[in-house]
């Protein structure tokens, strides 16, 4: 085979390197062919659903880019079809392998996010066999010794071109999910005590208010409010070290904690009022506030010295999932899909809310595995809290590591609003009894 008068050196070295009749056979025409249509029609499919429902701005730039690769892929086939026919356009060996390189790098990020973040075998198996096939396409290509004008120019442009496109993925799936972001602020407000008009009884009216003061809005996994009454006593002589250590200890736990006094002696707090206090799977706009009202009853001869009310909130990103209806599931002390971990604490009540999960892209969604929210709302007599999780269905008796846990907090942006101890003396209200 004698190379053209003139030809370059790496079109001598493609020359060299293989025959013509192995650089245009149908056998390498129809595997190209089979690495490029099956990517053309799963990026277009996942592209266009980015485009119309992908939750944030990024996701539908990640999907007008898969949508491009997918045309670029359809025409890269034509080209080769072409390259390998009749030669009537020109240009088509160039057109075939831009078409290759682009399917051969969006396959390769497919592949990377498919084992980082996917759970199904069937995609990793199939981008493996696509991003091997889409290489090689692109090789072969390179081998039938395709002219390619202003070379500087096109690999400039490709250059570029891969590089938005490796950022804008990178942004999107590797680095936007390790934020936090903003939380909402959650508030107790205590109204005037009011006695009841056979002064046998009194109530605490209690204002409670989550704001959102960030630029995204917020799914409400759940909420929950308790009000612990607490007997304080006044020692007649000043309480030793050892006492005041011990109260120290408490810090560690804002449920239990009081401060250390050289006479006030405080006894474990009872709880004598819990609810939610917002419904379950509802959500909180970008700068938008939610306020609720409630009251806690007590017999003006209450035993109790003051009360600490307490109030928190689940929350997770309506830019990093959506969330189906969340639903009762069961309790604790009956039927329902309640984890035996949670059945097992015999001192304390649950009641279990689920809701699935839908990740906030197009690409997650078909490699991952479905995921559900569920929240269980816990109280007994030393109080009351609130613990959400997000799983795949069947691993809720499994309980994550401190790292997966850490990992799912940052995916879908779970954040824990809580505000309390809020304290009210009741001395006041005592002395009309």
Not at 89 to 118: C, H, K, Q, W
Not at 146 to 170: E, Y
Request: net charge positive; hydrophobic share 45%; aromatic share 10%.
């Amino acid at each position: 085979m004698r190379t053209p008068p003139g030809a370059g050196v790496g079109s001598r070295l493609r020359a060299l390197l293989i025959t013509t009749s192995t650089r245009k056979s149908p056998a390498a025409m129809a595997l190209i062919l089979l690495a490029l249509l099956p990517t053309a029609l799963l990026l277009g499919w996942w592209g266009i659903e980015d485009l119309s429902e992908a939750l944030t701005y990024t996701g539908r730039i990640t999907g007008a880019i898969l949508v491009l690769v997918a045309g670029l892929s359809l025409l890269g086939a034509a080209a080769v079809v072409d390259h390998w026919g009749r030669n009537i356009f020109p240009y088509s060996g160039v057109v075939a392998l831009i078409g290759t390189v682009a399917a051969s790098l969006t396959n390769a990020m497919l592949l990377l996010e498919a084992f980082r973040d996917g759970d199904s075998t069937l995609y990793r198996v199939l981008f493996s066999l696509l991003t091997a096939g889409s290489a090689w396409a692109v090789l072969t290509v390179w081998r039938t010794s395709v002219v390619i004008p202003s070379p500087k120019r096109v690999a400039a442009a490709v250059i570029v071109s891969s590089a938005l496109a490796m950022a804008n993925f990178g942004y999107q799936h590797l680095y936007q999910p390790s934020q936090h972001g903003a939380r909402p602020l959650v508030s107790i407000a205590v109204g005037k005590l009011v006695v009841s008009k056979d002064r046998k009884k009194f109530i605490v009216p209690v204002d409670i208010k989550i704001e959102n003061r960030s630029d995204m809005g917020f799914y409400v996994l759940g909420t929950e409010f308790h009000a612990m009454g607490e007997r304080v006593s006044l020692s007649r002589t000043d309480r030793p070290r050892e006492q005041w250590r011990a109260d120290a200890e408490t810090f560690g736990d804002f449920r239990v904690q009081h401060p250390l006094s050289r006479k006030e002696v405080y006894q474990p707090g009872q709880l004598v009022s819990a609810q939610p206090w917002m419904p379950f799977g509802n959500w909180i706009e970008a700068n938008d506030e939610f306020i609720t009202q409630t009251v806690v009853q007590l017999p003006i001869d209450t035993p109790y010295d003051q009360l600490a009310l307490y109030a928190s909130a689940q929350l997770a990103r309506k830019d990093r999932l959506s969330l189906e209806q969340v639903r009762l599931e069961g309790y604790s002390w009956g039927g329902g899909k309640v984890p035996q971990w949670v059945k097992k604490k015999k001192s304390i009540d649950s009641v279990a809310y689920r809701g699935r999960v839908y990740e906030n892209n197009a690409i997650d969604r078909h490699t991952m595995d479905p995921r559900y929210a569920s929240v269980y709302w816990q109280f007994g007599a030393h109080g009351a809290v609130l613990f959400a999780s997000i799983a795949r269905n069947g691993e809720e008796n499994r309980i994550p590591s401190i790292a997966e846990n850490l990992e799912t907090s940052n995916r879908y942006g779970l954040v824990n609003a809580e505000t309390g101890p809020i304290k009210r003396t009741l001395w006041d209200i005592k002395k009309q009894g």
